[in-house]
């Protein structure tokens, strides 16, 4: 289980994947020998699931990015869904897929080079698809916050 060292661990390293063991030493109250021990057994055990780089906004201001909102048809079976579910997790175009509470059932998000590689994934996956009763999608025109941390240490 994880104490609130290893929380506080996971909180930096949320922050900047990059720090040393040293660097986190100042910020953890721990050794530096004891926090490279505790970043190893937390790896082993699947808390952290990998390190990424985030790249600049400036990279995606020419790019098309979209929410895609689907409600599947109410008789959809699990293997129907499930496929639908694999092709979009497949699709490297795809960044996340939710399942969501409500009148919609999955809401995706899109990053495609252009509208003609958009309209593709949209047709191919999403509209051919048996399961799906009706889409919408809405493009995203600015990012003003994009946070994808998890604050778990002191909360």
């Not at 929410?67 to 496929?83: M, S, W």
């Not at 590689?117 to 996956?125: C, G, H, P, S």
Request: negative net charge; proline residues 3%.
């Amino acid at each position: 289980m994880l104490d609130e060292f290893d929380l506080q661990l996971l909180d930096q390293l949320q922050r900047d994947n990059e720090q040393t063991a040293e660097r986190l030493a100042e910020k953890v109250s721990l050794s530096p020998s004891a926090i490279a021990r505790r970043l190893r057994r937390l790896r082993a055990e699947g808390w952290i699931a990998g390190g990424i780089a985030l790249l600049s906004p400036r990279l995606a201001e020419t790019r098309l990015r979209a929410i895609v909102t689907i409600v599947l048809n109410e008789h959809a079976d699990k293997q129907g869904k499930a496929a639908l579910l694999n092709r979009l997790i497949a699709e490297e175009q795809v960044q996340f897929v939710y399942e969501i509470t409500g009148a919609l059932d999955l809401l995706v998000l899109v990053d495609c080079p252009h509208m003609a590689a958009f309209n593709a994934l949209a047709e191919e996956i999403i509209a051919a698809d048996p399961t799906v009763r009706r889409y919408e999608t809405s493009f995203v025109k600015r990012d003003f916050k994009f946070a994808p941390f998890i604050r778990l240490a002191g909360g």
